[in-house]
Nanobody, 116 residues
Framework: QVQLVESGGGLVQAGGPLRLSCTASRRTYGMGWFRQAPGKERERVATVSWSGDITDYADSVKGRFTISRDNAKNTVYLQMNSLKPEDTAVYYC????????????WGQGTQVTVSS
C-alpha cells in the first residue's frame, strides 16, 4: 500500500503561480497529477517516470506546468505558472502499481481555485 498526501492548493489570481506537492509513504514508481473540475471527468495533467527524466503533459498545460520529483523525499511536485480560471479543479496525485503499471494509488485531492 502507498499513501499519498497532497498539499499546496489554494486560491490564486489568474496569471499567478502555485506549486503542489505530493508525499508518498514509501518509494513509488511512475507518478502523475490529475484534476477534476465540477461537472467534468477527471483528466490527466502530467506524469513523470521513476527516474524523473520522462515527463508528459496534457496539451492544455504544456509550457505552463512542470512536473518533477525528489526520490530522496518520496515527493512529486507540480509547478503551475500562468494559471487560468479554467485550471480551477481538485488536483489529485497518483502513483502507479509496480504490478500493473497503471495508476492505482490516489491522494485525497487538493483544491486549486483561479480567480479572474
Amino acid at each position: 500500500q502507498v499513501q499519498l498526501v497532497e498539499s499546496g492548493g489554494g486560491l490564486v489570481q489568474a496569471g499567478g503561480p502555485l506549486r503542489l506537492s505530493c508525499t508518498a509513504s514509501r518509494r513509488t514508481y511512475g507518478m502523475g497529477w490529475f484534476r477534476q473540475a465540477p461537472g467534468k471527468e477527471r483528466e490527466r495533467v502530467a506524469t513523470v517516470s521513476w527516474s524523473g527524466d520522462i515527463t508528459d503533459y496534457a496539451d492544455s498545460v504544456k509550457g505552463r506546468f512542470t512536473i518533477s520529483r525528489d526520490n530522496a523525499k518520496n515527493t512529486v511536485y507540480l509547478q503551475m505558472n500562468s494559471l487560468k480560471p479554467e485550471d480551477t479543479a481538485v488536483y489529485y496525485c497518483a502513483a502507479k502499481s509496480v504490478v500493473t503499471n497503471a495508476f492505482h494509488y490516489w491522494g485525497q485531492g487538493t483544491q486549486v481555485t483561479v480567480s479572474s
